[in-house]
């Protein structure tokens, strides 16, 4: 059994407003020095879609939750030229991560702005209600290097299910 935790209203938060923006920026923080300065140390899970978070419906209709999958990722800029790679991960508690897909190479010999590199993914489908999370490791050393990311998926209504090898 698990006791409650006690919340304080003193406790030091940052709230910061909702921004529409482009793309996602994932800053690959977990880097350290290394020998040589090839360590892949893998940064913590960053949320692309939370749960419950992709629905389809709606316009006069209900919305309910669908399967989905995230078929291309495109890399818009990067801040360095490091070598990178990036795990695909999905739950629908927060608490148990399952990893998708392992090790897809992100990257380009260039750190200019508008790189626009498209990474095909191939994954198994993510259930409806579950959320989809990255993580992402280089070979740098810098803990503040960062990628600015973005993710399409495909729906899949409910009447569509999946054949027993998908």
């Known amino acids: 059994m698990t006791s409650a935790i006690p919340l304080s209203s003193t406790a030091t938060a940052i709230i910061s407003d909702f921004t529409r923006s482009a793309y996602s920026r994932y800053i690959l923080s977990g880097n350290v020095s290394g020998s040589g300065g090839a360590n892949s140390v ?49 739950s629908n508690d927060e608490e148990t991560f399952t990893r998708i897909q392992r090790s897809t190479p992100v990257g380009s010999n260039t750190s200019a702005e508008s790189l626009h590199i498209h990474i095909q993914m191939r994954q198994a489908r993510v259930p409806a209600g579950y959320g989809l999370y990255i993580c992402m490791g280089s070979d740098g050393t810098s803990s503040n290097a960062y990628c600015d990311l973005k993710f399409t998926y495909h729906l899949y209504p409910v009447h569509l299910t999946p054949e027993p090898n998908d």
């Not at 291309?72 to 990067?78: G, S, Y």
């Open 42 to 90: 893998r940064g913590p899970l960053h949320t692309i879609l939370p749960i419950n978070s992709v629905v389809i419906g709606g316009q006069g209709g209900e919305l309910y939750t669908t399967a989905y999958d995230c078929h291309l990722i495109t890399l818009c800029r990067q801040s360095d030229t490091s070598e990178k790679e990036l795990d695909l991960y999905i």
